[in-house]
């Protein structure tokens, strides 16, 4: 099965792919799909400088590398959600988790754990994944705590911005989920309460905020977002009433039952995070899991964004995949593009990310083919720019063990 | 009759009719090998099918262009180009795909179903590291709702495993894929059953948290070795009462039955191994001991040891891409099921061990021939189509009765919309032995399971479609 010429092409190949960081850089006469609209600019010029994507179709082209994108797809770079990347290297080895804690709260922030050296990231990469929202799993509590933007690429010099709040609310061992829904409900109103005092003795000294009392007043006033993870109509009818009550930002994840209530999240312009791929009643809160789901929410004019199902922290390079089966089963091709890439910007207030356009970071991936298909892949990927590595740890071992070096030594040898 | 369950070839009484009651003498028991068998039949069919025009895979290495599949009696009776129709129902399966019945060697199905309550959590018997007694059957649920999605995804058969927290785990059952609602109904007929053992981290973790053994990967070599030992006295024992060597009957231990079948060739071991090092180790035990040491389960590590594991025929069945949940899994790499299908003699399968991704093995062959082809494989569709077919059959001692198109074996075909190496493949219709057992366009063929029907649920019309 192995050909040797084969081989010798594809060493010769990621030899070439070391990091590279230009001017500025043009993909010309691609496939692009936007994420924005126009949803397909054919045999587009796409231009990005100094992290930017700067130009778009140019009159004329100005650029320090020039790369030919003919017959090739240009896409945003994809992003991921509700997961634990670079918080977790190994499930079960303890002291490499770092998503959740006995102790969670509004204000438990785990990306604060963030390692962008877990060998998780390549991988994530591998799969045109550029930025993910990664969130605390911290479900026993009333609020989880927090879910934070970060980047796929392994550097050191690294930011994460916080962009939600994240809470579960599903059926209990333990007591009721009635509780947490009046947790959730009591913590609210009793910031609204303070806020309204405060209001009224205007002009007293008003003592200073404690972080969580900051966190409840931006949900209040709707700049941070609530992230329900849910899954039974009667749930996410009881967070829309919340939403109603306190004007929230709410957005809902998991959410197979969301196919029962469309009108409601379209009416309350709440969007929902779901897998394309959940279609089995792993409890009785998911007899609505379906593999049409997508499709279904995003007829009835629910907003979606797609992500991973099951340990979305390792597999999250198959996220282009579930968008795949979305399509499969029935989801606009251009939609569920976007369901990996603009609408999380969208629903997180993510303003220079998921989608081609003049102005946004430049995060972007030429795929050799349909991204979302099984026979294409990454061709290169940059992130605010910078030209990323795809060569994960999977890759050093395969070429180890397949002895791509041809050396006679054992196979420890071989780097 | 005599007791001959340990003397193969030895007027064996298999038990499948009318054995057990001949015997008045005092000192010999009955034993009867097959206590629950199948009551499989199958489901409404037309004498003679003929799809017509398809892109055949075969399932043994074959790819046919607008070729027809003719169906005589539940058997495949001729693949090629331009069959005579006549008498037969005839399917235009023109611009569609036409592969073997989907097979998962490994599955959860019934014993884990969903939902996952605490009342179904029945696939492993986590009581003792050695469990060689159970069987998974007993803990099937044949209402699963997964049992139906995965024949939308194909699948025609399927093994269910007991768990992984146990050396010996119990005996495996294969299933077809039928809507029942006994477990007799599913079980394939004349299936040889199986044994689940468990190597690593699993076994060492559940018991030496217990303050008991195993508590390390040589406390699990120990625990092996010492039930092997026992079983192969066991076996000598029954043999010398049998030649009449020893006047006292050994005492029955459906523990040790269970070993002694595999010493014996009737029970074949599918074995949870995840590293190299281990799934070496295992098949000099199985030597030691002289026994086949079958199917490596999950073996994320096979890539290292491929050679081995085709000199020795040992099957091994994998996942694409699944990694990192410990540490016996941390060193996957997605060309794994390529590197092991390389050598000649080799044995490679794709398995789910999930209730999901059992709906799209398909789809996990996929990943593995293009991302392989990216690193200097050239693996075909007709070449792919083998780890979820013919492969999985002959890892479960069925390749002469489903797995491929050979002819005269059962017709369990798929007919897809695509190559089914497309994320946008679809299967549309399932046969299980020539009768129609899912449509997708049909309501008819689309089963529900008992716990599904009555619950809440939203209608095509509600969906807005069709």
């Known amino acids: 099965m192995l050909s040797k010429k084969k081989l010798a092409a594809a060493l010769f190949i990621s030899s070439m792919s070391g990091l590279t960081f230009a001017e500025s850089v043009a993909i010309t006469n691609a496939n692009l799909y936007t994420g924005a609209t126009p949803a397909v600019l054919e045999g587009a010029t796409i231009v990005f400088e100094d992290g930017k994507i700067s130009a778009i179709n140019p009159d004329t082209l100005n ?166 993870a849910t899954e039974r109509p009667a749930d996410i009818l009881q967070m829309l009433a919340l939403k109603a009550k306190y004007n929230l930002k709410l957005i809902i994840a998991g959410a197979s039952g969301a196919v029962a209530v469309t009108d409601k999240l379209v009416e309350a312009d709440v969007p929902v995070i779901i897998s394309a791929t959940h279609d089995l009643p792993e409890s009785f809160d998911e007899l609505y899991a379906a593999l049409d789901n997508a499709s279904v929410l995003a007829s009835k004019g629910v907003k979606i964004a797609i992500t991973v199902a099951g340990d979305s922290s390792h597999n999250l390079h198959q996220l282009r995949f579930e968008a795949g089966n979305a399509v499969a089963h029935g989801l606009d091709y251009q939609t569920a593009i976007r369901a990996i890439t603009s609408n999380l910007a969208d629903f997180f207030a993510l303003e220079s990310k998921g989608s081609l356009e003049v102005g946004k970071d430049a995060d972007l991936v030429v795929w050799s083919g349909d991204p979302l298909e099984f026979s294409s892949r990454v061709e290169s990927i940059w992130i605010a720019g910078e030209q990323q590595s795809t060569i994960t740890r999977q890759d050093k071992l395969r070429d180890r063990y397949l002895n791509t070096q041809q050396s006679d030594l054992p196979p420890g040898y071989r780097k | 009759m005599r007791l001959s369950y340990f003397l193969s070839g030895l007027g064996l009484c298999v038990a499948l009719a009318g054995c057990g009651s001949e015997s008045s003498h005092p000192s010999k028991i009955s034993v009867n090998k097959n206590p629950f068998p199948s009551t499989y039949q199958h489901l409404p069919r037309s004498s003679s099918l003929l799809i017509q025009n398809a892109t055949v895979l075969t399932g043994t290495g074959e790819r046919l262009e607008e070729s027809d599949v003719l169906i005589v009696d539940g058997k495949i009776s001729q693949v090629g180009k331009d069959l005579p129709t006549d008498g037969a129902t005839i399917i235009d399966a023109k611009g569609k795909w036409v592969t073997p019945g989907i097979i998962d060697v490994h599955s959860h199905l019934g014993a884990y179903p969903t939902p996952a309550v605490e009342s179904h959590q029945d696939g492993n018997e986590i009581t003792s590291p050695n469990t060689a007694e159970v069987w998974v059957e007993h803990s099937v649920w044949p209402q699963d709702p997964g049992f139906n999605t995965a024949r939308a995804g194909g699948i025609t058969s399927l093994q269910i495993l007991p768990g992984s927290a146990n050396l010996f785990g119990g005996r495996g059952v294969v299933l077809k894929n039928v809507p029942a609602f006994t477990v007799q ?282």
């Open chain 2, 185 to 466: 109904q599913m079980k394939f007929p004349e299936a040889p059953y199986s044994l689940k053992m468990a190597c690593g981290e699993n076994p060492k973790r559940v018991y030496g948290s217990r303050q008991q053994a195993p508590g390390s990967r040589m406390g699990n070599m120990a625990g092996f070795r010492a039930a092997w030992a026992k079983a192969v006295e066991y076996k000598a024992n029954w043999e010398d009462f049998e030649n009449g060597l020893i006047s006292e009957r050994p005492e029955r231990d459906l523990e040790l039955d269970t070993l002694v079948g595999v010493l014996n060739g009737e029970i074949r071991i599918h074995n949870h191994c995840y590293k190299a090092e281990e799934m070496a180790m295992m098949i000099d035990m199985a030597k030691e001991f002289g026994y086949d040491a079958g199917t490596f389960h999950h073996a994320v590590e096979a890539y290292k040891i491929a050679d081995l594991l085709a000199e020795n025929g040992n099957c091994a069945a994998m996942w694409p891409d699944w990694w990192g949940f410990k540490m016996e899994a941390y060193d996957m790499i997605l060309e794994n099921i390529a590197v092991v299908d390389a050598p000649k003699n080799s044995c490679s399968i794709v398995h789910s061990d999930s209730e999901n991704t059992i709906q799209r093995l398909n789809q996990e062959a996929a990943k593995v021939m293009y991302r392989a082809n990216e690193n200097s494989f050239d693996i075909k569709d007709e070449d792919a189509i083998r780890w979820i077919t013919y492969n999985a059959a002959k890892a479960l001692g069925l390749e002469n009765k489903t797995g491929s198109l050979k002819t005269g074996l059962n017709a369990d075909v798929v007919i897809w919309n695509h190559s089914p190496f497309s994320v946008y493949a679809l299967a549309e219709q399932v046969f299980i032995d020539g009768a129609k057992v899912y449509d997708r366009a049909d309501s008819t063929y689309q089963a529900v399971s008992d716990f599904k029907l009555g619950q809440a649920t939203i209608t095509t019309s509600e969906k807005g479609g069709e």
């Open chain 1, 63 to 228: 650029a320090d590398t020039v790369i030919d994108g003919t017959g090739k797809i240009v896409t945003p770079g994809l992003i991921g959600s509700i997961n634990a990347l670079g918080l977790v290297e190994v499930g079960a080895v303890a002291d490499t988790r770092d998503s959740g804690t006995e102790k969670g709260s509004i204000t438990f922030n785990p990306s604060l754990a963030f390692n962008p050296e877990s060998t998780l990231l390549p991988l994530a990469r591998k799969g045109g994944v550029t930025s993910d929202i990664i969130v605390s799993s911290a479900e026993s509590n009333d609020f989880a705590g927090a879910a934070t933007l970060v980047s796929t690429s392994s550097s050191l010099d690294f930011t994460t911005t916080e962009v939600a709040v994240i809470t579960y609310l599903h059926g209990e061992e333990k007591g009721s989920r009635a509780s947490k829904i009046q947790e959730l409900d009591d913590a609210l109103s009793k910031q609204q309460e303070k806020l309204t005092k405060k209001d009224d003795k205007e002009g007293d000294k008003a003592k200073s905020p404690s972080e969580s009392e900051k966190k409840l007043t931006a949900m209040l006033e709707g700049k941070l977002p609530l992230i329900v």
